[in-house]
């Protein structure tokens, strides 16, 4: 009997063709490049070798390079990134993907890290044949994996990530769908001029890229509106207590609040300043943690939540096409609406799949100057319009929301209103 060694190499053969029919799925995060990629030493200055869609064999998938926090202080986000990225992955594939092929995105974990963004953006780059990068989401992340990709001229899309100098700095291949901080700010202040027509503001804001960057703008903003900013308070990301801060700032009396903090800061920030009884009109965030699913939760502010007001870029209830469509599959498949950086990826990756078919090639230049040359109409994708100006920047309509009944409700403009903003905010006192 010499059936053995036989039967073992129809085994190892049949296992070949599967692994190369399998390669829509997700990279496993963290994984090492993909086989097909260059040497670790290949870290020229020079933008790495492109493939083509007439020279790759088309039953291997297109790679997509992809940057976010799946671990570290901002995982919470970088997870509703990947599921954005997962919805979109498997729709596009299932409609027979991309030039004939199906995508499979290379995904590298920034650990919440600006030189991990810059390892993973100069990995994508130069290891392996990706056309453009995705990625990543804090500003202070995102900048430098930018310059990175810039440096090596690899296209690079920008979905959430909102400081306005990752579209300043000169660069022909970074385009950002999302706004940049500065439109958080200027909408925050316009609501607040429209529907509160506050005398004094007080703005606290944590003293990261992000967070001095939407700051001063609304702070400016506000100056020239003929508000009178009492209070302008920058505080270390993390901090255990925000108490002595918030103290000073309720001795001001200020109208109204703006805030600009991720999720964890903005939490705390709520239940503390219910129990010192701090009471202006209105609460206002510009995204980031007051627009978060789970800001809303127990776990998060909770019932704290209530009432606050939030500067946003895509809500559950926005009539752009598709987005009713998302939600109710991101519910029956996470247990949970989706926040506006799921959306981000998922119009992110569509946005992929268009660049893609026009330059009809995967090479790295054809790609950039198909991005450039983008005008998607406002229902091409779930998060509305994409059109980049020579800066490579969006301009992305934002709405305001307010927590009512523990939901975000999309309150202004007027024209996306979902419900009417409950005005003025409820003391803590008069709550049930």
């Not at 999720?263 to 007051?290: C, H, S, W």
């Not at 975000?408 to 007027?414: C, F, L």
Request: with cysteine; net charge negative; glycine share 8%.
């Amino acid at each position: 009997m010499k059936r053995g060694p036989v039967r073992v190499l129809s085994l190892l053969l049949a296992a070949l063709l599967l692994a190369g029919c399998g390669g829509a799925a997700t990279q496993s995060p963290g994984s090492s490049a993909p086989s097909n990629s260059s040497g670790p030493g290949d870290s020229s200055d020079t933008a790495a070798p492109s493939d083509s869609a007439s020279q790759a064999d088309t039953s291997e998938p297109i790679e997509i390079g992809v940057i976010t926090s799946l671990t570290g202080s901002e995982a919470k986000f970088g997870e509703a990134h990947m599921r954005g990225y997962e919805i979109a992955l498997e729709e596009i594939n299932a409609a027979g993907g991309v030039l004939g092929r199906p995508l499979k995105l290379v995904v590298e974990d920034d650990a919440s890290k600006p030189e991990n963004a810059i390892s993973a953006a100069e990995k994508l780059a130069t290891q392996t044949k990706v056309p453009l990068i995705i990625g990543s989401y804090t500003s202070a992340a995102t900048l430098p994996a930018a310059q990175t990709a810039t440096k090596y001229q690899v296209p690079f899309i920008v979905p959430t990530a909102a400081a306005d100098n990752i579209t300043e700095f000169g660069s022909k291949y970074v385009f950002r769908i999302n706004s940049p901080s500065s439109e958080y700010a200027n909408t925050a202040i316009n609501f607040l001029m429209d529907q509160v027509k506050p005398q004094t503001l007080a703005i606290i804001y944590e003293n990261t890229n992000f967070g001095t960057s939407t700051a001063q703008p609304a702070k400016e903003l506000a100056e020239k509106a003929g508000i009178q900013v009492v209070a302008f308070e920058g505080y270390a990301k993390g901090a255990p207590d925000f108490k002595p801060m918030l103290s000073q700032v309720k001795s001001k009396n200020p109208d109204a609040v703006l805030f600009v903090s991720y999720l964890l800061d903005a939490t705390l920030l709520m239940r503390q300043i219910r129990e010192l009884d701090f009471n202006p009109k209105v609460y206002i965030g510009a995204g980031a943690g007051f627009s978060t699913p789970e800001f809303v939760r127990e776990e998060g502010a909770g019932k704290d939540a209530e009432y606050t007001f939030s500067a946003t870029l895509w809500t559950t209830d926005v009539t752009w096409k598709g987005a009713r469509e998302f939600t109710e599959q991101f519910i029956e498949r996470y247990g949970v609406e989706p926040a506006y950086h799921s959306a981000e990826t998922h119009a992110a990756l569509y946005l992929v799949k268009d660049v893609l078919e026009r330059a009809g090639s995967l090479d790295r230049q054809a790609v950039r100057d198909a991005l450039a040359a983008t005008d998607l109409g406002p229902d091409a994708t779930i998060f509305g319009p994409v059109k980049f100006d020579e800066k490579g920047q969006n301009a992305h309509p934002m709405l305001v929301t307010q927590v009512q009944n523990g939901q975000y409700v999309t309150v202004w403009p007027r024209e996306y209103a979902a419900a009417d903003p409950i005005l003025p905010t409820p003391t803590w006192s008069e709550r049930k």
